[in-house]
């Protein structure tokens, strides 16, 4: 009970605080007043953001004090590449936080990396796969995020929604899958590659409330 309306307090102390900081920034009315329902508003749209934001931000600290070792991307690399992952997975029926998990995966959000074998962009498209869905650009981020998508959601449809055989095709290529009798091929690569990519996804899901 003392929580709760500790919490309670906090909660009303964040409304006026809040409210204050919008009298003072709000326009004056013609008569030359403070504008107090603009003001309001205002102060309402504030508090709801840093409100409803909260949980997710919970979640995530929750999920990296359980797991101090998981290896997490920054903010702003992530905001930076939102609205392409998040157009492409809409466009393409797929996971948004499972696309963003892959992204971190794969380039960390380098959308010019390189790999030795010769995948690229935030997504690593190898050329021919990059070929086959008619990204012409493997560092422009919104056509590799695009390509990376599709096939994605083609690996997806092939082994029946199975989140970690996709996965493991994506790393390994599809082949690699069906011949390891659509297991996880006993690869040392794959076999790390699988379960990194779904602790981001569930860390990516946290986020996504």
């Given at each position: ?26 326009p ?15 102060a ?12 997710a ?16 991307p ?6 930076r ?11 393409h ?42 990204v ?24 029946d ?35 990194k ?13």
């Open positions: 009970m003392q929580a709760r309306i500790r919490t309670s307090w906090e909660s009303f102390a964040l409304a006026i605080g809040l409210l204050g900081v919008a009298l003072v920034a709000a004056m009315t013609a008569g030359g007043g403070v504008g107090l329902a603009g003001a309001l508003d205002v309402k749209q504030e508090y709801l953001t840093i409100v409803l934001a909260a949980p931000r919970a979640r995530a600290a929750s999920r990296l004090a359980a797991d101090p070792d998981l290896d997490l920054s903010e702003a690399a992530v905001r590449f939102a609205p392409i992952v998040s157009r492409a997975a809409r466009v029926g797929v996971d948004e936080a499972l696309v963003h998990a892959v992204i971190f995966a794969e380039s960390s959000y380098d959308p010019d990396a390189i790999s030795p074998a010769g995948a690229s962009g935030l997504m690593q498209l190898m050329p021919a796969t990059a070929a086959h869905y008619g012409r650009d493997l560092f422009d981020p919104a056509q590799n995020v695009s390509g990376g998508v599709r096939f994605l959601r083609d690996l997806l449809a092939r082994f929604g199975n989140v970690e055989l996709a996965l493991a095709a994506y790393n390994a290529g599809p082949y690699a899958v069906v011949r390891a009798g659509n297991r996880v091929p006993p690869h040392t690569e794959t076999a790390a590659y699988v379960p990519v779904i602790d981001y996804y569930r860390h990516f899901q946290t986020l996504k409330g």
